[in-house]
């Protein structure tokens, strides 16, 4: 799909501060559109690999905001960066918005507390600066705290600072305020509720169901539970796998042979090395551990009949809506994402961590592999148009900053 956000590829260097570029050159646009005062929204930390920022951004024209792309620290902190940007403000008659994302990316390779403490301190001067210039901020939540995080009490310090200092606060699903209850608040008159986009049309889907069995070399008939993305220790896989040999233990009485297959790039943790290490003992697994081209993420979903997240501890899934945008049911541990996002129709839901219950969730897919559940699934997905989302999107932050 078309990039939005004006980011060359990863393996290009950015030049520095071509973002303020990209702006004029948006900004240029919207008055040509008719807009007065467009609004320059610059989305921090962009990333060019997942197309949700994108697809959030993707009808923002039609209310006169520009998305720019920022991918560096750096940018934020920089003494010319942030400022270059800001007055636009002035120079441009233009907003000029920082939409954070996964603040996470503050503390990425801390060596201990004290670096840690430097980074936090070093981030929140610039969004003070950033605000004390005229700036404005907005902040979408995607997890309550980073997962698997080695700084708790600094990323939680991040997120409260965050808090206070934005406008809105953007929660992808409506149970996020009372989830982060427990670690911040979030105050009721900042939540913008807008739900996670799907990824319809997002990635190629160039194979048929058939052809992608073929790929992984799985039967016609065969029982396929997939594990498709990113592979970290948050997300379950020790126990799906612990899981899906207790069910396998037993042959199924119509002969069909149950297989999971396991599609994405691993981190380096040790426990997800080992997780991969006991998959590939077992003959009715199927491995595919490496990064996933664009062009290829469609084919694991294509070859699975339902698609499991035994995710410990989420908010919100992209990897619920990308399932659900190629047509596939899922077997999803509970979270509030899940729950306002699919029904039962093409779903089962089991408690996070419940070895048994994930045991019987895969052993109740059977009603899942129905065409109807398939076609819940999509219809699960089209609820959540990408152009509906991003439309809603922008008209509230126009309605809320001008």
């Known amino acids: 799909m078309r990039r939005l956000l004006g980011r060359p590829s990863p393996e290009e260097a950015r030049p520095k501060r071509q973002y303020v570029a990209d702006a004029l050159a948006g900004i240029a646009r919207a008055r040509a559109a008719g807009f007065d005062r467009p609004m320059v929204v610059a989305v921090w930390p962009y990333d060019p690999e997942n197309p949700f920022q994108d697809l959030l951004m993707r009808r923002a024209d039609e209310v006169g905001i520009v998305p720019v792309g920022m991918d560096r620290l750096a940018d934020l902190d920089d003494p010319v960066a942030l400022p270059a940007l800001v007055g636009l403000r002035t120079s441009e008659r233009a907003i000029v918005v920082l939409h954070l994302h996964w603040l ?8 201990d507390e004290d670096e840690g403490l430097e980074r936090v301190t070093s981030f929140v001067a610039a969004l003070d600066a950033f605000r004390m210039a005229g700036g404005r901020i907005v902040w979408t939540v995607h997890n309550v705290l980073p997962h ?33 209850a427990s670690e911040y608040e979030i105050p009721d008159d900042k939540v913008l509720h807008v739900p996670h986009p799907a990824y319809l049309g997002a990635y190629a889907d160039p194979v048929s169901d058939a052809d992608a069995r073929r790929h992984y070399d799985l039967a016609r008939d065969d029982v396929v539970y997939g594990f498709v993305g990113n592979i970290r220790p948050y997300k379950g896989l020790d126990e799906l796998i612990e899981a899906f040999e207790a069910v396998t233990a037993t042959p199924r009485s119509d002969g069909r042979r149950r297989r999971l ?17 006991r998959a590939r003992r077992d003959s009715d697994i199927v491995v595919d551990a490496r990064r996933l081209p664009p062009d290829q993420i469609g084919t694991a979903l294509r070859a699975s009949d339902v698609v499991v997240l035994p995710y410990r501890a989420s908010l919100s899934s992209g990897a619920l809506l990308l399932a659900l945008s190629f047509g596939r049911p899922v077997i999803a541990s509970t979270s509030p994402g899940v729950t306002e996002t699919v029904g039962d129709d093409a779903s089962i839901t089991f408690p996070a961590g419940d070895h048994s219950a994930l045991v019987q969730a895969l052993i109740a897919a059977d009603r899942l592999l129905a065409p109807e559940a398939q076609d819940a699934a999509l219809a699960a997905a089209q609820r959540f148009d990408p152009d509906e989302v991003s439309r809603a999107f922008g008209r509230a932050l126009r309605d809320r900053l001008g």
Not at 104 to 111: D, M, P, T
Not at 162 to 179: F, N, P, Q
Request: negative net charge.
């Open 104 to 111: 996470a990316r503050v503390l990425r390779g801390v060596a």
């Open 148 to 180: 698997d995080t080695d700084h708790p009490a600094l990323d939680r310090a991040i997120r409260k600072a965050v808090v206070a200092r934005a406008e809105i606060i953007h929660v992808l699903s409506a149970g996020t305020v009372e989830a982060a």
């Open 261 to 277: 297959l396991i599609a994405g790039m691993p981190t380096q943790d040790p426990s997800v090395a080992e997780a991969l290490e």
